[in-house]
């Protein structure tokens, strides 16, 4: 059964409009080498200094690393500080 796209989806693509004007996916914004802002997060599931988990529409953003920290959290952006080493998502269940 196919998929259809939403009416936004659709006029984005009719004005060749970029993906990050769509406000269900996930921006990742890697800044340097020890920083990544995170926008249009739905929450924070778990965190420690070695993991970070945030909820998507897409999954569960991982992001795994060392001494990282949320030095900045608004309802829709984190911005995480540390040294990170990998970003993957996960599908919860």
Same mark, same amino acid.
């Given at each position: #059964? ?10 984005? @693509?009719?004005? /060749? ?11 990742l914004?890697?800044i ?14 778990g965190?420690?200094?070695?993991e ?15 001494? #990282? ?7 829709s ?6 040294? #990170? @080493? ?5 599908? /919860?269940s």
């Open positions: #059964m196919k998929k259809r796209k939403s009416l936004g989806a659709r006029l984005r @693509n009719t004005f /060749e409009l970029p993906d990050d004007l769509d406000p269900h996916l996930v921006l914004t890697w340097g080498r020890e920083k990544l802002l995170v926008e249009q997060h739905r929450g924070v599931v965190l420690d200094a070695g970070i988990r945030l909820l998507s529409e897409q999954g569960t953003v991982v992001i795994t690393g060392k001494a #990282m920290q949320l030095s900045e959290l608004s309802q952006r984190a911005l995480i500080e540390g040294e #990170m @080493n990998g970003i993957f998502f996960a599908e /919860e």
